[in-house]
Every structure is written in C-alpha cells, then in structure tokens.
C-alpha cells in the first residue's frame, strides 16, 4: 500500500506524508521535504529530504542519503544522515554511516564503521586544495546528490573514493567546470 496524504489548503503548509508497505525498487529522490515511512521491502538508492522512518519490519537495500532518519528495521547499504540518524531496536545496519547526530538504543546492530561530523567538518582542508564531501558538491553545483554519485562512478567528474565515500578536490572540480563550459 503506497499512500499520500495532503491536507486542504489554507494557510498551514502542505504536509507530505509517504507510507510505503510494498515491495519496491529503484532509485527514489525527493527534492522538497517529506515523511516517508518505509515498512515494506526497498532496493535501490533512497535521497530524501525531511524525515525518513525505515519500519521495524522493513528490510531495505539501498544507499540512503538523507535529513532526519530513523531505522527500527534491517537496512543493508551505506547511510549519509545530515541532521541526525536514530536506531531503534530491533534495528540491523550493514554498512557505514555518516552523520553529525547519532543515538543508538539497546539492542539497535550495526556492522560497519560510523563516522560523525557536521557537514563542515567533512569538508577537508588539506594543504592548499580543499576537499570537499559529496553534499558539498553538490550544493556547489547546485544538482541533487545522487547525480553526482553517479557522475563520480562513472568518471564523468573528477572524484576519489576513499572508504565507501566520494572525496572531491574543489580545484579539480573548478577545472572541470571551466572544461565543460569551453565544450559546449
């Protein structure tokens, strides 16, 4: 069962409530905020905005991008958390993690490695080239971050993967941008 929920218009703002209790696969990119509620099976790649609940009888396999995430239930696959990431019990995470928040409750499982810092902090200076985080990019190049996943896997833009995450050279990227627009 696949719902939306929109309450009538007047002057409050349009809550936008997703609650998905099927099988599902692809790629789901949401660029205005919503609350998804994922108690079904997902496979695929998930970059939400707003907050995301993964159901404690969910089992999900896709790499997550996203605000606010909670996860009571099995997720295989990497999770950016921008704002902040809750594991509830029974809740099972295969993979790694990046978020600047993070609560984790008795009997919550994951197997993989956490890393914790805001946004600024994972942009890197080192030496006098500036390294620069996926979300970073893609701010900068004002396009939704699973574009630029792709760009990086497919060696369209000039990228290193160091530890399951993209790392990004602010001059490369620069120089890139300057190569694009003398093509066209």
């Given amino acids: 069962m696949v719902s939306l ?13 997703l609650d998905i209790n099927a099988t599902m696969q692809g790629t789901m ?5 919503v609350d998804l509620r994922i108690n079904g099976e997902f ?15 969910a ?3 896709a790499d997550i991008n996203g605000e606010n995430i909670t996860i009571a239930g099995k997720v295989t696959g990497n999770i950016i958390a ?7 019990a029974p809740a099972n995470i295969i993979g790694d993690i990046v978020t600047p928040m993070l609560t984790v409750s008795d009997g919550a499982i994951l197997n993989g ?10 942009t890197i200076t080192s030496g006098n080239s500036k390294v620069m985080a996926i979300d970073e ?13 792709e760009w990086a896997a497919q060696k369209k833009i000039p990228a290193i993967k160091e530890n399951n995450a993209w790392k990004f050279h602010k001059e490369e ?3 890139w941008i300057a190569k694009e627009r003398v093509s066209k």
């Fill in 137 to 149: 990019v893609a701010r900068y190049l004002e396009v939704d971050t699973s574009l630029v996943k």
């Fill in 43 to 57: 496979e695929g790649k998930l970059d939400t905005k707003g907050n995301l609940i993964i159901g404690e009888n």
């Fill in 82 to 88: 921008t704002k902040r990431l809750n594991l509830i």
């Fill in 5 to 17: 929920r929109r309450p009538k218009k007047d002057d409050q703002p349009v809550e936008k409530v």
């Fill in 173 to 175: 990227i620069d120089s």
């Fill in 29 to 33: 990119i949401f660029k205005d905020p």
């Fill in 59 to 61: 089992h999900v396999m």
């Fill in 113 to 122: 490695n956490c890393k914790m810092s805001s946004l600024s902090e994972q």
